[in-house]
């Protein structure tokens, strides 16, 4: 590509180039290379939510502990009790699908004193425990509350009219506001998104045609800046503010009402949940840059702010409208978006543990385990059409989830800016309860799993708690010698780990300290004849609806519902077979207990027998 050619790339490193004004803004706080260092004596953290699906209620659990364990350490140094005097200050927030809508719930509840759900208390408001335990279930999820009308549109295998509820409930959350200390400033909330319409950029290029070459990028955020405590609400150029004591509720205020609609498009599972429809300033559009070409930023311009050959496309002024899905189908583990907003657009968290500042913690419930046996990894292997279409949907998420730098980085012990907390069932002494060989009851069905039964999701979100515990007290540690740390031997002697001479970062102090029990696995059997029923009346409702929306009517759309009734009985049949093994599988009991006998698909040498 030329100098010249700067429709796709704008040139300069500076913020400038990809704004439409060089006026300074004091509420914004603009893109720039390298972050500064945070002050002496604060340690600054990203949270990173990954993709979980039902098992969201596990990343839940996570962070309910967490608020609750720095509370407790605040608590105690206002109270000049003996711990650590140091501060920890979280700067940014960044979530896909189930992450974000962690980060929306994050949002509200962080302004709040809310009550924390310990194992045997359950029966006080939590908001995340309410949208992730007590309010989603399959059979909210198998309604018809989309369906209803005389020309209803399918937007989804599901019914998503429930997770709009929750939303709205959740945005509405209220209760004795607390000052948090370590939301010190702006706190940044990111979440990915999948854009169905694509962002348009064109590259000149010289060739025979002379119309050089167009392209659409699908991998998008949305990104929200608030101010707590009371702090002056300062953004990015492509955030929007967020103001906490607003004088309505929130799920009316129209910022906060995109917050939760950026949530729950970045959780839109692609046909499961219904898209949403995301509008936002096209300005916004001019704030993505990309790294790794030389030493600066490299700021995209979407083609209609260029002209091509002559040509000036014209600009979908003042919005620009798409609807979004799961943002894990693109970025499912928004590690960069959180390192870049703490360090810079092309700067780096100090990864030294002698030196380390700040550090990312990505919370993913489902960081998948090697697998030992390749013999058995069926899928996409047959090279059948169902084959393939499954193995190229699994594809997809794992491609969205590798990227060889944190691989990398993965790999390095003495990487102290990056850390994971995964579900462990593991119990005090490193023995694995015998109960099950899994960690997470959500898992099954591929995620879908926790939407079953209550109890599963009760299950992973105190498993949660307990995870993050563990973390913090064994594994998110510094050298004692980090200039974090106060450097004479009778601090090093009461804090130390005795594993490894490394002191926690954020120390959990008083009750807090107390284990968090290892939560029984479930026992409460799923009643798959409900689940049938339910799936049944779904279908049919969809069906029909799929029909008039077709324009099949008549005879036609008579001969096709009589075509769908005598397969779906089958499709069911094998559905509940399938669910009833993977629950069995992971030593979760079913109802009823004679299993669905389906005859076994035809295989290739049933189809081809002579080949």
Request: glycine share 8%; hydrophobic share 40%.
């Amino acid at each position: 590509m030329s100098e010249q050619d700067t429709s796709i790339f704008s040139s300069g490193a500076s913020i400038s180039s990809g704004a439409e004004s060089n006026t300074p803004d004091p509420d914004i706080d603009p893109y720039i290379e390298r972050e500064p260092d945070p002050e002496a004596g604060v340690f600054d953290i990203g949270l990173v939510l990954a993709g979980a699906i039902s098992a969201g209620a596990y990343s839940a659990g996570v962070l309910d502990y967490l608020v609750e364990a720095l509370d407790a350490w605040e608590a105690a140094k206002s109270e000049k009790q003996d711990v650590p005097m140091h501060r920890v200050r979280i700067r940014v927030i960044a979530g896909a699908s189930a992450g974000s809508m962690n980060g929306a719930i994050a949002a509200v509840a962080l302004q709040y004193d809310f009550h924390h759900v310990r194992s045997g208390d359950n029966d006080k408001s939590n908001p995340f425990y309410d949208a992730w335990v007590k309010r989603i279930s399959i059979d909210k999820l198998l309604a018809v509350h989309d369906l209803v009308g005389k020309s209803p549109v399918v937007r989804s295998a599901l019914d998503s009219t429930i997770l709009q509820s929750i939303t709205d409930d959740s945005l509405n959350y209220k209760a004795k506001v607390k000052h948090r200390p370590y939301l010190d400033g702006r706190v940044r909330f990111i979440f990915t998104q999948g854009g169905l319409r694509g962002i348009p950029y064109f590259l000149n290029l010289n060739g025979n045609t002379n119309e050089g070459l167009a392209m659409s990028l699908h991998k998008s955020y949305r990104s929200f800046s608030i101010g707590f405590n009371g702090m002056p609400i300062r953004r990015r150029p492509d955030d929007m503010p967020l103001a906490t004591n607003i004088g309505q509720p929130k799920a009316t205020d129209v910022g906060w009402a995109s917050l939760g609609n950026a949530a729950l498009g970045s959780g839109a599972f692609p046909i499961g949940l219904a898209p949403r429809l995301e509008k936002r300033n096209v300005s916004d559009l001019n704030w993505r840059y990309v790294t790794g070409v030389g030493n600066k930023p490299i700021w995209l311009t979407p083609a209609w702010a260029s002209t091509i050959n002559g040509v000036t496309p014209t600009p979908p002024y003042p919005y620009f409208d798409e609807f979004v899905v799961d943002g894990g189908t693109m970025d499912n583990e928004p590690l960069d978006l959180a390192r870049a907003e703490m360090a810079g657009t092309v700067a780096r968290n100090e990864r030294d543990g002698l030196l380390a500042k700040r550090a990312l913690i990505m919370i993913d419930p489902f960081a998948d385990a090697l697998i030992t046996d390749f013999n058995k990894q069926e899928s996409g292997r047959s090279g059948n059409l169902i084959s393939s279409g499954i193995g190229l949907l699994g594809a997809w998420k794992n491609q969205a989830r590798f990227n060889p730098v944190d691989l990398a980085l993965a790999l390095d012990d003495s990487v102290f800016s990056r850390f994971l907390i995964a579900p462990s069932r593991k119990r005090s002494d490193g023995t694995r309860d015998p109960s099950s060989a899994f960690d997470l009851a959500s898992g099954a069905l591929g995620g879908f799993g926790g939407f079953l039964e209550e109890e599963y999701r009760r299950h992973d979100y105190l498993l949660g708690r307990r995870n993050c515990q563990q973390f913090l007290s064994n594994y998110f540690t510094l050298p004692a010698s980090n200039p974090l740390f106060p450097q004479d031997l009778m601090f090093r002697q009461r804090w130390a780990l005795a594993a490894n001479q490394e002191i926690p970062i954020i120390p959990v102090v008083g009750t807090l300290a107390d284990p968090e029990p290892l939560p029984p696995w479930p026992t409460r059997p799923v009643d798959l004849k409900a689940l049938r029923s339910q799936a049944n009346t779904r279908i049919k409702r969809v069906v029909d609806a799929s029909l008039a929306m077709a324009g099949i009517s008549g005879w036609k759309r008579w001969l096709s519902g009589v075509g769908v009734w005598f397969v779906k009985g089958e499709v069911l049949n094998r559905a509940i077979a399938a669910v009833q093994k993977d629950l069995q599988t992971r030593s979760l009991p079913t109802e009823p207990s004679t299993p669905y006998i389906t005859k076994p698909l035809p295989t290739d040498n049933d189809l081809y027998p002579d080949a």
